[in-house]
């Protein structure tokens, strides 16, 4: 990772703090933490995605679990959201929680979320939870 404010921010997180990488619609302004900090790489519209931060954080950072936003009950609820497919895929290790969308702003607004990435990713429910953890050991 190059991105001199993203890597202090996530450099500074403990062993249970939480990132939102948070799609283009995300309103980030409003439904985070007052604590958490905001790293903008929202450069255009589709760039960069939270698939591509996504790949360079799990390179950075031990990823102890992931939250991922689905529709609330509805008839009109898409019943499948791919951005999800491309997130387990990268995280085969992981658990995943299916939080719905009231709820996932709720959890994003915890005092844990230490840090949200604005990305410029246009997939609706592409909004990603992470939670940092701790570093095993190599034998």
């Known amino acids: 990772m190059t991105h001199p404010e993203l890597l202090r921010v996530v450099a500074a997180a403990g062993h249970g703090a939480k990132i939102l990488l948070a799609d283009g619609n995300y309103p980030h ?3 985070v933490s007052p604590r958490a900090e905001r790293v903008a790489l ?9 698939d591509d931060v996504l790949g360079v954080l ?8 992931a939250a991922i936003m689905i529709p609330s009950p509805g008839p009109d609820s898409p019943s499948h959201i791919p951005a ?20 996932f702003y709720a959890l994003a607004k915890t005092d844990d979320v230490f840090c ?24």
Do not use: C, M
Not at 42 to 47: D, E, H, I, S, T
Not at 84 to 102: Q, S, T
């Open 58 to 65: 799990k390179q950075t950072v031990p990823i102890e679990s």
């Open 29 to 31: 302004s409003v439904w």
């Open 42 to 50: 929202n450069l255009a519209p589709g760039l960069l995605t939270v």
């Open 116 to 139: 949200v990435v604005a990305t410029g990713d246009q997939r609706l429910y592409a909004n990603l939870l992470l939670t940092i953890g701790v570093r095993q050991p190599t034998e």
């Open 84 to 103: 999800h497919d491309g997130y387990r895929a990268a995280l085969p290790d992981i658990a995943f929680d299916e939080v719905p969308r009231f709820d």
